[in-house]
């Protein structure tokens, strides 16, 4: 997902894209741990696209000053 894709999302949507690609990095580390997983970087790829996810959020909630809710 490209970093404007991700700026377009509502809110909701990203807390909601932040819960699946978390959900996505549980079942890569349970594929790698049983040996099923055979393209390690989708590993790589699924932590960045998470802290993309989260520094985004954190833009927001700085800019509307409700840095402290989540």
């Given at each position: 997902?490209?970093?404007?894709?991700?700026?377009?999302?509502?809110?909701?949507?990203?807390?909601?894209?932040?819960n699946?690609?978390?959900?996505?990095?549980?079942?890569?580390?349970?594929?790698q741990?049983?040996?099923?997983?055979?393209?390690?970087?989708?590993?790589?790829?699924t932590?960045?696209?998470?802290?993309?996810?989260?520094?985004?959020?954190?833009?927001?909630?700085?800019?509307?000053?409700?840095?402290?809710?989540?």
């Amino acid at each position: 997902m490209k970093i404007n894709e991700v700026r377009d999302l509502s809110t909701d949507a990203l807390k909601t894209q932040i819960n699946d690609s978390k959900e996505e990095l549980m079942r890569l580390r349970f594929r790698q741990a049983t040996g099923e997983l055979t393209d390690y970087t989708q590993l790589r790829h699924t932590r960045r696209t998470i802290a993309r996810l989260y520094t985004i959020l954190r833009e927001r909630l700085a800019a509307t000053g409700m840095e402290g809710e989540e």
